[in-house]
Each structure stands twice: as structure tokens, then as C-alpha cells.
């Protein structure tokens, strides 16, 4: 179904409104599964009913997570609502059971072990994550121009949802930082002379076609 005509519109019809790339991945994940549950029946021969039998199965017989049951949802929700233009209504669907342990959280003294074994690039990526609340794909998407050393800010394009923020910059990390941006300088001085250079968004390698040869456009990880 990975070539699905169907699918692909839906594709097609997600990036127009702007979604991630991550929650498009995941949206047609759950609604092929979803069709594959149903013998691959289409979509617009079904509704509710045929989603509550979907999430309560999740529920029932692969044990999914309360978070993946509604992920799950959410990937519906959107095929119907907003794709196919068929409300779904309310669901009255069997909810997945909350897990019965506690989640294990790690010490701080394991945090630092596991900065130990990392090289410099992973720990300013880590600490990114943690320190500045990045998911790890807004992290490894970021540019030499996302970063504002002077205001210690970092703006995240395409987050979640598709929207952009900031977010703030631990100090402690700007020397690193730098130290890695002179480091992909001159990874990207090589890469100009073969005539190639970082993917540029949108449509901006046409309307600038040397644009890729500028510091600012550079990934830092």
C-alpha cells in the first residue's frame, strides 16, 4: 500500500496544510493499518463504528499504550474530519488500561556516566534536549542561523504541529556550539568545492541557487 494512490493524496494534503514530516509519517501509519484491519476496505465506506472496532482492538488484543491508542485516534480524526470531510462524532471505543508500575527515572549520576561515554557532538545534543526542551529531530534540523549566541535563544522551525519557537540557549554551551559551527565550516568548505552544500527549505535553492555556499544555512549537527 506504500504506493497507494490514496495515500498519497493524503500526503499530498498534509504537507499543503503544513503538518511535520514526523506527524505524517505517524498519521499514515495508523490510517494504512486501520484500512489493512478492515480487509482494505476504503475509508469512505466506513465511519464510527468501524473506528471504535479499530481503537478497541488496540486496546484489546495488542495491549498498545494509552498514548498510541490515541495517536492513533488523532490519525483518524484527521483522515475523517479533515481529510474526507465525514465528522466522526463521538466514539464510544474500549480505552487502553493505564500502566500498572511507575516509570524508572534515571539519577543524575546516571545522566553524567552516560555524558562520559559521549562524544562533544552527542553532548551538546543531549544536552539540548534537556536542557532546552528540543525534541531530537527539531535538534538535528538546526542551523547556523537558529542560533542567537547574543540573546541565548535558538529558533526551532517546523516544530510540532508545524509551528516555530524559541527556545532558550544554555550558556554553558555556546562555547561548544561554536567550537562545532567552525567544525561544519570547514566539512562545508569541501562540500562547495564539489559543488554541494546543505538541503535548502522550500523553494529557496531555486530563487538563490548559491545559497547553499552561506555559513547561515549550514546544520550544526
Known amino acids: ?12 494534503d498534509m ?16 490510517i494504512k493499518r486501520f484500512i489493512l484491519f478492515h480487509k482494505k476496505r476504503h475509508p469512505q465506506t466506513m465511519g464510527s463504528e468501524e473506528v471504535r472496532l479499530f ?20 490519525a483518524l480524526a484527521f483522515l475523517y474530519n479533515r481529510f474526507l470531510q465525514q465528522p466522526l462524532g463521538d466514539i464510544d471505543y474500549i480505552p487502553a488500561s493505564k500502566p500498572r508500575r511507575l516509570p524508572s527515572v534515571i539519577s543524575a549520576n546516571e545522566v553524567q556516566r ?19 526542551g528540543l525534541r531530537i529531530n527539531e535538534c538535528l534540523r538546526l542551523r547556523v542561523k ?9 529558533t526551532v522551525h517546523d516544530g510540532k504541529g508545524g509551528k516555530s519557537r524559541n527556545s532558550l540557549l544554555p550558556t554553558r554551551l555556546i562555547p561548544v556550539i561554536k ?25 529557496l535553492d531555486r530563487k538563490y541557487p548559491s545559497a547553499y555556499r552561506q555559513a547561515a544555512w549550514m546544520f550544526v549537527f
Not at 1 to 12: D, K
Not at 15 to 30: I, P
Not at 117 to 132: C, E, S
Not at 179 to 203: C, K, M, T
Open 1 to 12: 500500500m506504500s504506493n497507494s494512490p490514496f495515500l498519497n493524496s493524503i500526503r499530498t
Open 15 to 30: 504537507r499543503q496544510k503544513g503538518y511535520a514530516l514526523k506527524t505524517e509519517k505517524t498519521y499514515l501509519h495508523w
Open 55 to 74: 481503537l478497541s482492538s488496540l486496546a484489546n488484543s495488542r495491549h498498545v499504550a494509552i498514548n498510541t491508542q490515541k495517536i492513533a485516534l488523532n
Open 114 to 132: 552516560i555524558l562520559q561515554v559521549m562524544d562533544t557532538r552527542n553532548q551538546v545534543i543531549f544536552a539540548l534536549l534537556y536542557g532546552a
Open 146 to 154: 537558529d542560533f542567537d549566541f547574543d540573546n541565548g535563544c535558538i
Open 179 to 203: 567550537q562545532l559551527i567552525e567544525q561544519a565550516r570547514l566539512i562545508q568548505q569541501d562540500d562547495n568545492l564539489q559543488g554541494v552544500g546543505p538541503s535548502l527549505p522550500f523553494a
